[in-house]
């Protein structure tokens, strides 16, 4: 019988809770497309989440936000804040690192908040004036609807569920963010 050193064990019980945190079935299929392009300028700044679908790391989040910050090394800082429990609860924030992995679009980004892992960061919709985003994955299982304000027109919030279905997310997965 073969003995598993402790780090090997540690590191597949780490990939299995990560493997885990989303609750939305994978759907690969038909292949998610970006935006053309992002002014990866005009994308950064503060975030609001409007929108989510549900993963452990984000249990219980009120008001949450993402500032993203270009770095001198070209990369992205990353912070992510919320409330945890209500709009008054303490403060949980994860600090991460982006960098673009296309960078003919700048609309496919890879995230890390902890070596070794990063995690695919795609824009899947960026409208104009870069007031309002959506944000996914290849396999779509992990989902956010990010505005500039806190509070998003119902109207534009309606016409970006709409996008969503099109683009073979099923909207019943999603969970609003109290803001």
Not at 45 to 70: D, L, M, N, Q
Not at 132 to 156: G, T
């Amino acid at each position: 019988m073969k003995v598993m050193s402790g780090s090997y064990i540690f590191v597949m019980a780490l990939f299995i809770t990560i493997s885990s945190c989303s609750t939305v079935p994978k759907s690969p299929i038909p292949e998610l497309q970006t935006v053309a392009f992002v002014d990866m300028d005009r994308y950064l700044g503060k975030w609001y989440e409007i929108a989510r679908y549900p993963h452990s790391f984000e249990e219980e989040c009120y008001g949450a936000t993402a500032f993203y910050k270009k770095k001198k090394d070209g990369t992205i800082k990353v912070i992510n804040q919320c409330r945890l429990g209500s709009m008054q609860g303490k403060l949980k924030e994860a600090i991460g690192e982006a960098t673009v992995g296309d960078i003919k679009t700048n609309s496919k980004l890879k995230v890390q908040f902890f070596w070794p892992f990063k995690g695919n960061y795609w824009i899947i919709h960026l409208d104009k004036d870069y007031q309002n985003a959506i944000v996914s994955e290849p396999n779509r299982q992990y989902l956010w609807i990010l505005s500039r304000s806190p509070h998003l027109d119902p109207e534009i919030l309606k016409t970006l569920k709409l996008k969503l279905v099109n683009k073979g997310f099923i909207l019943d997965h999603l969970i609003m963010t109290p803001q």
